[in-house]
Protein backbone atom coordinates (compact mmCIF):
# COMPACT_ATOMS: atom_id res chain seq x y z
CA UNK A 1 0.00 0.00 0.00
CA UNK A 2 0.63 3.48 -0.29
CA UNK A 3 -0.16 6.83 0.98
CA UNK A 4 -0.74 10.39 -0.47
CA UNK A 5 -0.22 13.82 1.78
CA UNK A 6 -0.61 16.80 0.71
CA UNK A 7 0.07 20.16 2.46
CA UNK A 8 -1.12 22.47 3.99
CA UNK A 9 -4.43 21.21 4.33
CA UNK A 10 -6.25 24.47 5.04
CA UNK A 11 -4.99 27.52 3.00
CA UNK A 12 -6.12 31.05 3.37
CA UNK A 13 -4.62 33.35 1.00
CA UNK A 14 -5.25 37.04 -0.25
CA UNK A 15 -6.16 38.64 -3.17
CA UNK A 16 -3.35 38.35 -5.72
CA UNK A 17 -1.21 36.03 -3.68
CA UNK A 18 0.95 33.68 -5.00
CA UNK A 19 0.26 30.42 -3.21
CA UNK A 20 1.58 26.78 -3.69
CA UNK A 21 0.31 23.48 -2.51
CA UNK A 22 2.60 20.40 -2.02
CA UNK A 23 1.68 16.60 -2.48
CA UNK A 24 3.99 13.68 -1.78
CA UNK A 25 3.35 9.89 -3.04
CA UNK A 26 5.04 6.96 -1.52
CA UNK A 27 3.42 4.49 -4.51
CA UNK A 28 6.31 4.81 -6.70
CA UNK A 29 3.77 6.18 -9.17
CA UNK A 30 5.05 7.45 -12.45
CA UNK A 31 2.12 9.66 -12.94
CA UNK A 32 0.75 12.35 -10.70
CA UNK A 33 -2.34 14.96 -11.02
CA UNK A 34 -3.83 17.93 -9.53
CA UNK A 35 -7.34 18.58 -9.56
CA UNK A 36 -9.99 21.33 -8.40
CA UNK A 37 -13.30 20.58 -6.85
CA UNK A 38 -15.86 22.85 -6.82
CA UNK A 39 -19.35 22.15 -5.51
CA UNK A 40 -21.79 20.80 -8.15
CA UNK A 41 -19.04 20.55 -10.74
CA UNK A 42 -17.32 17.86 -9.84
CA UNK A 43 -13.51 17.31 -10.50
CA UNK A 44 -11.45 19.09 -13.25
CA UNK A 45 -7.67 18.73 -14.15
CA UNK A 46 -5.44 20.98 -13.88
CA UNK A 47 -2.16 19.31 -14.57
CA UNK A 48 -0.95 16.43 -14.64
CA UNK A 49 2.71 14.67 -15.25
CA UNK A 50 3.89 11.58 -16.14
CA UNK A 51 6.86 11.65 -15.24
CA UNK A 52 9.93 13.39 -13.43
CA UNK A 53 9.94 16.50 -14.99
CA UNK A 54 7.21 15.90 -17.19
CA UNK A 55 4.30 18.34 -16.93
CA UNK A 56 0.96 18.34 -19.19
CA UNK A 57 -1.96 20.48 -19.33
CA UNK A 58 -5.36 20.05 -18.34
CA UNK A 59 -8.89 21.73 -18.97
CA UNK A 60 -8.28 23.93 -16.17
CA UNK A 61 -4.47 25.09 -16.51
CA UNK A 62 -4.79 29.08 -16.76
CA UNK A 63 -3.83 30.87 -13.85
CA UNK A 64 -1.85 27.77 -12.71
CA UNK A 65 1.45 26.71 -12.22
CA UNK A 66 2.85 22.81 -11.90
CA UNK A 67 6.90 21.81 -10.87
CA UNK A 68 7.39 17.59 -10.52
CA UNK A 69 10.94 17.92 -8.29
CA UNK A 70 10.99 14.81 -8.17
CA UNK A 71 9.09 11.49 -9.20
CA UNK A 72 7.39 11.35 -5.59
CA UNK A 73 6.34 15.45 -5.77
CA UNK A 74 3.85 17.13 -7.42
CA UNK A 75 3.39 21.31 -6.36
CA UNK A 76 0.37 23.34 -8.13
CA UNK A 77 1.02 27.35 -7.45
CA UNK A 78 -1.86 29.34 -7.72
CA UNK A 79 -0.23 32.25 -9.52
CA UNK A 80 -2.57 35.18 -8.27
CA UNK A 81 -5.41 34.01 -6.31
CA UNK A 82 -9.23 35.34 -6.94
CA UNK A 83 -11.20 37.07 -4.17
CA UNK A 84 -14.17 34.88 -2.68
CA UNK A 85 -12.56 31.87 -4.21
CA UNK A 86 -12.90 28.48 -2.52
CA UNK A 87 -12.04 25.40 -3.56
CA UNK A 88 -10.86 21.88 -2.78
CA UNK A 89 -7.53 21.15 -4.57
CA UNK A 90 -7.25 17.19 -4.69
CA UNK A 91 -3.81 15.70 -5.65
CA UNK A 92 -3.72 12.31 -7.36
CA UNK A 93 -1.64 9.43 -8.55
CA UNK A 94 -1.27 6.10 -10.73
CA UNK A 95 1.14 3.67 -11.84
CA UNK A 96 0.98 5.09 -15.95
CA UNK A 97 -1.87 7.47 -17.37
CA UNK A 98 -3.91 4.13 -19.47
CA UNK A 99 -6.27 2.44 -17.69
CA UNK A 100 -4.82 2.77 -14.32
CA UNK A 101 -6.55 3.41 -10.93
CA UNK A 102 -5.93 7.19 -9.82
CA UNK A 103 -5.56 7.14 -6.10
CA UNK A 104 -6.37 10.43 -3.75
CA UNK A 105 -4.90 12.61 -1.53
CA UNK A 106 -7.12 14.17 1.22
CA UNK A 107 -7.10 17.51 -0.24
CA UNK A 108 -5.95 20.90 0.25
CA UNK A 109 -9.16 24.25 0.69
CA UNK A 110 -8.45 27.30 -0.35
CA UNK A 111 -10.03 30.17 0.78
CA UNK A 112 -9.08 33.66 -0.82
CA UNK A 113 -10.38 36.68 1.54
CA UNK B 1 -14.66 15.29 -26.19
CA UNK B 2 -15.73 12.85 -23.97
CA UNK B 3 -18.98 14.04 -21.75
CA UNK B 4 -20.10 12.51 -18.52
CA UNK B 5 -23.84 13.50 -16.73
CA UNK B 6 -24.51 12.32 -13.37
CA UNK B 7 -28.08 12.11 -11.88
CA UNK B 8 -29.44 12.79 -9.48
CA UNK B 9 -27.43 15.59 -7.84
CA UNK B 10 -29.11 14.88 -4.75
CA UNK B 11 -30.87 11.76 -3.37
CA UNK B 12 -32.34 11.23 0.24
CA UNK B 13 -33.38 7.55 0.92
CA UNK B 14 -34.39 5.66 4.59
CA UNK B 15 -32.09 2.57 6.20
CA UNK B 16 -32.46 -0.20 3.92
CA UNK B 17 -33.93 1.08 0.90
CA UNK B 18 -32.30 0.94 -1.91
CA UNK B 19 -30.47 3.73 -4.13
CA UNK B 20 -29.41 4.17 -7.26
CA UNK B 21 -26.72 6.49 -9.21
CA UNK B 22 -26.57 6.76 -13.30
CA UNK B 23 -23.94 8.38 -15.52
CA UNK B 24 -24.09 9.01 -19.29
CA UNK B 25 -21.23 9.21 -21.34
CA UNK B 26 -20.80 10.31 -24.78
CA UNK B 27 -17.79 8.49 -26.09
CA UNK B 28 -18.31 4.63 -27.31
CA UNK B 29 -14.69 4.18 -27.37
CA UNK B 30 -14.27 4.30 -23.39
CA UNK B 31 -13.17 1.12 -22.07
CA UNK B 32 -12.67 1.88 -18.36
CA UNK B 33 -15.27 3.44 -15.53
CA UNK B 34 -14.76 4.24 -12.05
CA UNK B 35 -17.31 4.73 -9.25
CA UNK B 36 -15.46 6.80 -6.00
CA UNK B 37 -16.98 7.41 -3.16
CA UNK B 38 -16.21 10.65 -1.26
CA UNK B 39 -17.06 11.16 2.53
CA UNK B 40 -17.22 14.39 4.52
CA UNK B 41 -14.21 16.05 4.95
CA UNK B 42 -12.38 13.30 3.09
CA UNK B 43 -11.07 12.20 -0.04
CA UNK B 44 -12.09 10.29 -2.85
CA UNK B 45 -11.93 6.69 -2.06
CA UNK B 46 -11.91 4.22 -5.02
CA UNK B 47 -14.93 1.95 -5.08
CA UNK B 48 -14.97 -0.53 -7.98
CA UNK B 49 -13.00 -0.12 -11.14
CA UNK B 50 -15.34 -1.50 -14.48
CA UNK B 51 -14.16 -2.63 -17.90
CA UNK B 52 -16.10 -2.69 -20.94
CA UNK B 53 -16.23 -5.80 -20.75
CA UNK B 54 -18.00 -6.78 -17.85
CA UNK B 55 -21.97 -5.16 -17.56
CA UNK B 56 -22.40 -6.69 -13.92
CA UNK B 57 -20.27 -6.00 -10.92
CA UNK B 58 -20.75 -6.49 -8.16
CA UNK B 59 -19.67 -5.31 -4.82
CA UNK B 60 -19.81 -5.32 -1.14
CA UNK B 61 -23.33 -4.03 -0.67
CA UNK B 62 -24.26 -2.69 -4.53
CA UNK B 63 -23.78 -3.59 -7.76
CA UNK B 64 -22.68 -1.53 -11.28
CA UNK B 65 -24.05 -1.85 -14.18
CA UNK B 66 -22.37 -1.37 -17.43
CA UNK B 67 -24.86 -0.75 -20.62
CA UNK B 68 -22.41 -0.14 -22.89
CA UNK B 69 -25.78 0.11 -26.27
CA UNK B 70 -26.95 3.44 -24.23
CA UNK B 71 -23.76 4.49 -22.95
CA UNK B 72 -25.11 4.32 -18.96
CA UNK B 73 -23.33 3.09 -15.92
CA UNK B 74 -25.32 2.92 -12.68
CA UNK B 75 -24.20 2.21 -9.31
CA UNK B 76 -26.81 0.63 -7.17
CA UNK B 77 -26.88 0.76 -3.54
CA UNK B 78 -29.14 -2.62 -2.62
CA UNK B 79 -29.86 -1.78 1.06
CA UNK B 80 -28.79 1.96 2.30
CA UNK B 81 -27.58 2.19 5.90
CA UNK B 82 -26.26 5.66 7.31
CA UNK B 83 -23.04 4.71 6.95
CA UNK B 84 -23.46 4.90 2.97
CA UNK B 85 -24.29 8.60 3.17
CA UNK B 86 -21.50 10.53 1.19
CA UNK B 87 -20.63 11.70 -2.15
CA UNK B 88 -20.48 9.66 -5.15
CA UNK B 89 -18.71 10.26 -8.34
CA UNK B 90 -18.51 8.10 -11.64
CA UNK B 91 -15.61 8.60 -13.43
CA UNK B 92 -14.61 7.48 -17.13
CA UNK B 93 -11.59 7.08 -18.94
CA UNK B 94 -11.05 8.87 -22.11
CA UNK B 95 -8.32 9.44 -24.74
CA UNK B 96 -6.56 12.93 -23.91
CA UNK B 97 -3.68 14.41 -26.12
CA UNK B 98 -0.71 12.14 -26.89
CA UNK B 99 -0.41 11.35 -23.69
CA UNK B 100 -2.47 8.46 -22.59
CA UNK B 101 -5.78 8.71 -21.15
CA UNK B 102 -7.53 10.92 -18.74
CA UNK B 103 -10.36 10.37 -16.37
CA UNK B 104 -13.73 12.67 -16.93
CA UNK B 105 -15.72 13.04 -13.76
CA UNK B 106 -19.69 13.03 -13.14
CA UNK B 107 -20.68 16.24 -11.44
CA UNK B 108 -21.19 13.99 -8.42
CA UNK B 109 -24.32 12.58 -6.42
CA UNK B 110 -24.62 13.92 -2.46
CA UNK B 111 -26.52 10.75 -0.95
CA UNK B 112 -28.03 11.07 2.66
CA UNK B 113 -29.33 8.35 4.22
CA UNK B 114 -31.53 8.46 7.22
CA UNK B 115 -32.24 6.18 9.76
Known amino acids: GGIITQTPKFLIGQEGQKLTLKCQQN?????MYWYRQDSGKGLRLIYY???????QKGDLSEGYDASREKKSSFSLTVTSAQKNEMAVFLC????????????FGPGTRLLVL | GEQVEQRPPHLSVREGDSAVITCTYT??????FFWYKQEPGASLQLLMKVFSSTEINEGQGFTVLLNKKDKRLSLNLTAAHPGDSAAYFCAVSARYGGSGNKLIFGTGTLLSVKP
Open chain 2, 27 to 32: DPNSYY
Open chain 1, 92 to 103: ASSIGTRQDTQY
Open chain 1, 27 to 31: FNHDT
Open chain 1, 49 to 55: SITENDL
